[in-house]
């Protein structure tokens, strides 16, 4: 519990997903309250029914809230992104390998300087709160100081949030590069400091196998052996020329996957960016170890990178999250996220409803990170991270709505025309932390 959490009670529509709605059936994957109250008390939901039942036993001194007519969901989860990528967005021409070196990693140089990692900080949690996303994964650069920013604004704003240092020791510019054991000092000294501290948690974060030599992957074994429970996060199998360089890298492993095995990456908590080109030893591997795939349509498209194969992961038992990839991804909406993986899932023959999707970005990408005993369902017991959405919030979705009848369609259209003009308002930990029409926003520096 954050120490500032909020109480309070909120009226709404209130939809929360406990199980997958593709494995377990739709009707058996959620609960959604017409007219629901959820309580909240010091950050943390006490309870959640109908407003008829609980208003009349509620604690006259709790503030109630009335969102009505809007929809109250768990806070969006984004598995994936760069926090020194905000000024990349829409980079122009590249493929991955081209895009790192001509826009990526120049860019990512100046974030040793703590007033360049300070702003890219203040401005990635106030625009992921104003899309609705109250927890992400987030890569730094190699820099502590753009990880000691990170934390620092998190921490500031009570939300529970995951990043790391990256590791990287080669195939960059010097500006960029550690060491073996400086990426191992550094990652082990940002660890002690922040791990656990408010809702805070570190990421172990080689960047991925081209960028670090044998030697720096060995220690990153070491560190993740050390510390069994952190998250670790890396990019693996994006496109086929960083395939190909892998394979040129590591002669002597059977796959790109194969790297991560021998330096014992692959396990519980262990995010893989892309997966786009695995073969099924790769995913068997992968699933075998409990480890989680994120797929990143938006960036996969723009970077002409390709089509993940949700279907194949579902096949092999391999866990799928769903990411932004800022800024190889083009948008900071989960909302336009899902779109986008629905239009790209639909080139593969494969589908993705309305309810399939928003179990996804809620409690599927709180099991694909591992959080998944406090965050991505509105139930008691778990952390007060909300979203207000207004699913008519424009003319279009508003002309749009007069011809909807279920609450199926209804989240379908939201997702496929929806951004943050559809976010009311976003809580974290009970204490409201953006507020469309501004009445009340951030708290202040
Ligand atoms: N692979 C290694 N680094 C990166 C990155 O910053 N973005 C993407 N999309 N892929 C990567
Ligand atoms: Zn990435």
Redesign the pocket.
């Known amino acids: 519990i954050h120490p500032a959490g909020g109480t309070l009670a909120i009226r709404a529509r209130v939809l929360s997903y406990h199980a997958h709605p593709l494995t377990e059936g739709v009707e058996a994957s959620h609960r959604y309250i017409e007219d629901g109250l959820v309580v909240v008390r010091g950050g943390v939901v006490e309870a959640v029914g109908e407003a008829a039942g609980l208003l009349a036993d509620l604690d006259p001194a709790i503030p109630l809230v009335d969102h009505r007519p809007h929809l109250l969901m768990p806070g969006f989860i984004d598995p994936h992104l760069?926090m020194p990528?905000t000024q990349v967005i829409g980079s122009y021409g590249t493929e991955?390998m081209e895009?790192?070196s001509k826009y990526?990693f120049p860019e990512?140089s100046r974030y040793g300087d703590p007033a360049v990692s300070d702003a890219a900080a203040r401005f990635l949690m106030a625009e992921l709160l104003r899309n609705g996303t109250t927890t992400a994964v987030a890569?730094c650069t190699s820099h502590p100081q753009s990880a000691e920013s990170f934390f620092s604004e998190a921490d500031r704003l009570g939300l529970r949030m995951v990043g790391g240092k990256?590791m990287m020791d080669r195939h960059a510019p010097d500006a960029l590069l550690d060491t073996p054991e400086r990426g191992y000092d550094e990652s082990t000294d940002l660890i002690r400091r922040w791990h656990g501290r408010g809702r805070l948690s570190y990421a172990i974060s080689p960047?991925?196998a081209?960028?670090s030599t044998e030697a720096q992957l060995e220690a990153t074994g070491v560190l993740a052996a050390e510390y069994p429970d952190l998250h670790i996060q890396?990019?693996l199998s994006?496109?086929h020329g960083?395939i190909a360089f892998v394979a040129e890298l590591f002669p002597w492993a059977e796959d790109y996957t194969a790297v991560y095995e021998r330096y014992g990456l692959v396990r519980r908590k262990a995010l893989f960016?892309?997966c786009i080109h695995l073969s099924e030893r790769e995913r068997g591997a992968l699933a075998e170890r409990e480890a989680t795939a994120v797929f990143?349509p938006t960036?996969n498209l723009f970077?002409g990178?390709g089509l993940y194969d949700r279907d194949a992961a579902l096949a092999a038992g391999l866990r799928t999250g769903i990411a932004t990839?800022i800024?190889?991804?083009t948008s900071y909406s989960m909302l336009t996220t899902a779109a986008e993986g629905y239009k790209v899932l639909a080139l593969r023959g494969q589908k993705l409803r309305g309810h399939a999707a928003f179990y996804m970005l809620t409690a599927g990408n709180a099991d694909a990170i591992g959080l998944n005993d406090r965050i991505g369902q509105v139930a008691p017991g778990f952390e007060a991270d909300f979203v207000i959405l207004d699913t008519a919030a424009t003319p279009a979705q508003r002309r749009r709505a007069e011809r909807i009848e279920t609450l199926e369609e209804e989240l379908f259209v939201l997702m496929t025309t929806g951004d943050e003009r559809n976010v009311v308002a976003t809580y974290a930990a009970g204490r409201k932390v953006h507020s469309r029409d501004g009445d009340r926003g951030l708290p202040g520096r």
């Open positions: 760069h990528q991955l895009w790192l990526t990512e890569f990256v960047r991925f081209p960028t890396t990019h994006e496109n960083e960016g892309h990143c960036s970077l990178s990839d800024g190889g991804g």
